[in-house]
Structure formats: C-alpha cells, structure tokens
C-alpha cells in the first residue's frame, strides 16, 4: 500500500537512527556503565518518540536535540549515583569493554533486524581507557558532563551550558577543573607493545604462581582495586605494595583451581580476562609504566561483566 502523497515523511528518522552510536558512546564516558548508558539512550529516544509529528518537524537539529536529552538524562543519573555508589560494598569500578573484534553478538538471528548491541559500537579510544574512565568518576557531574562535551566530543561551550544549564565562562572552568584532575593522575604510559609484553609476562608469573616474578613485574607502590559490588567475594580495599599484590594473587590461584587467563583488549588498553569453566569471572585493567604495572583495577561484579558473558567469549 503507497503511503499517500500528503503524509509527510517522519522528520529526519535515519538522522535520528544513526545518532545512536553517537549517543551510547557518549553516555558511556558519561557514566561509565554500559547498562546505564542503554537506558539513558533508550529514554531519550522514548521522548522523542512521545513528541507529535509537528513537534519533531519544529526542531532543526534532531542530533542536537537527542544529545541535548542524553546528556541531561546522565547529568541526573551521575547525581544519583553518587549517592548509590556511597552504597555501594566495597570500590566501584567502571564496567569494562571488550574489543569489538572480540565481541560476538549473539542477537542478530536469521529474519531479525535488531542492531548487534551497543558494545559492538563503542569507540575505544584514550577517553575509554581505564585509568581516564577512573579519574572521570572523581570529577563533580557537571564538571564530568562539560570536559566530556568539550574536550572529547568538541561542543563549544556556548552548546555545553545549554545542556548543563551553567553560562559559557562557569562551563569553561568545569572544563578546566576536570583537565587538572586528568593531568595530575597522568603517569607516563608505556607504548602499546610494552604494554602487552608486560601483560602477558604478568600472566605467565600468575600462572606459575612466581611471587618474585610477580613482584618484579608490579611497582613497589602498586595499587590493587577490586569491584565485586557485594555479589562475589573479593577485596573491598585496595591491596597496596607489589609484595601484598603478589601474595594476594597466589592466595586467588591456589584457592580457585581451574582459572584459565586470557590476554584480551579491555577498553582498548591491553587486559586479562580470567574464565571459569567457559564463564569470565573476571576482567582486569592495567595501567603501566614502560617497565613496570602501576595499577589493577578487577572487575568481578557479574553485572558488569554482561557484554563478557551474554554474547561469549572466544
């Protein structure tokens, strides 16, 4: 049946549908969580979808609407979440993301037209990496939402204090505040390389169980932080000192046999991923040094470890 020649089309529809990588990819620098930045997109389509045709076909930009709503939907989130994550058993760490040449998305069945998931499409660039995402967690909401808008995504400051609701000059001290957060957290990383020798290296000695390895590997002030979010047990304060580390990590082999390690990309930075009997247990970051690893950050909480778990991992 031929739509009739008086029905205008939906104002920019593949406009509106192909601002959806952009918004997942923003939400999820936002807020850290790929479960919160689905639903953060999925209300700001919701109203969209609530509008009238005239309402739709009055606004000029649809892309600039939709991440105007987005944004202004994680602003909220990030301000309750504070308060959730003073709640939260033990450190909150943000959710990990697989490398999309290692995603295998289980939802593209035969006749089906559902996008593969948003995982899939996540840009995993320096602003994703763990140690940025860790430091974005410290920042106020507004200060996180304006460097994220600005330095990131290159809105001009006049756009971000539309959406944060702040004049231009207050947007661009947000901006300025967060860039002194990231500088002064900054260590000198190792060239990509190094850094997978340096995991994989890390692996064998876990897998040996070689405490002096292991310590050799870790600087002496490393600093482990798991996430188990009260679901698994698991260290609710960081472990300090590479010697504590190293004791830590033979005392979790020696008590789950049957861990396999996986070197893998875990926000674009080179990772391990340890498995049970075929199920991920854990997703570990790194931070390094050109010798040495400064930081572990373990995610056990299974919530978090959906996009490892629902679409497999090979």
């Not at 997109?41 to 076909?57: I, K, L, N, P």
């Not at 974005?136 to 460097?147: G, H, I, K, Q």
């Amino acid at each position: 049946m031929n739509t009739p020649a008086d029905t205008p089309p939906e104002p920019g529809l593949s406009a509106v549908v192909d601002e959806r990588r952009q918004l997942i990819n923003l939400a999820y620098r936002l807020l850290g969580s790929l479960a919160e930045a689905e639903d953060a997109v999925q209300e700001t389509y919701t109203r969209w979808y609530a509008m009238s045709r005239q309402q739709q076909q009055a606004i000029e930009s649809p892309g600039a609407w939709l991440t105007t709503v987005a944004s202004r939907i994680c602003l909220d989130v990030l301000g309750s979440a504070r308060a959730r994550r003073e709640r939260y058993v033990g450190a909150w760490i943000p959710e990990p993301l697989p490398d999309r040449t290692e995603w295998i998305s289980g939802r593209t069945g035969a006749g089906t037209t559902e996008p593969a998931d948003p995982a899939d499409r996540i840009t995993l660039d320096e602003s994703v990496n763990m140690a940025f995402l860790v430091v974005l967690e410290s920042m106020t909401p507004a200060e996180r939402v304006a460097f994220i808008l600005h330095d990131v995504f290159r809105y001009p400051f006049p756009e971000v204090a539309e959406i944060v609701g702040r004049t231009p000059a207050a947007c661009r001290q947000l901006a300025t505040s967060a860039r002194r957060r990231i500088h002064a957290s900054r260590t000198p990383a190792a060239p990509a390389p190094g850094q997978a020798g340096l995991v994989r290296d890390f692996k064998a000695a876990w897998e040996a169980k070689d405490i002096k390895a292991l310590v050799d590997l870790l600087d002496p002030d490393a600093t482990m932080t798991a996430d188990g979010g009260g679901l698994v047990g698991t260290v609710l304060r960081p472990v300090e000192g590479s010697t504590n580390i190293a004791q830590y990590l033979i005392h979790i082999a020696d008590k789950a046999p049957g861990l396999t390690l996986l070197e893998r990309t875990v926000n674009g930075r080179p990772g391990l991923v340890a498995q049970h009997r075929g199920t991920t247990v854990t997703v570990a970051a790194f931070s390094l040094t050109d010798t040495r690893i400064t930081r572990i950050w373990a995610v056990r909480n299974p919530e978090k470890l959906r996009p490892w778990n629902e679409h497999g991992q090979g």
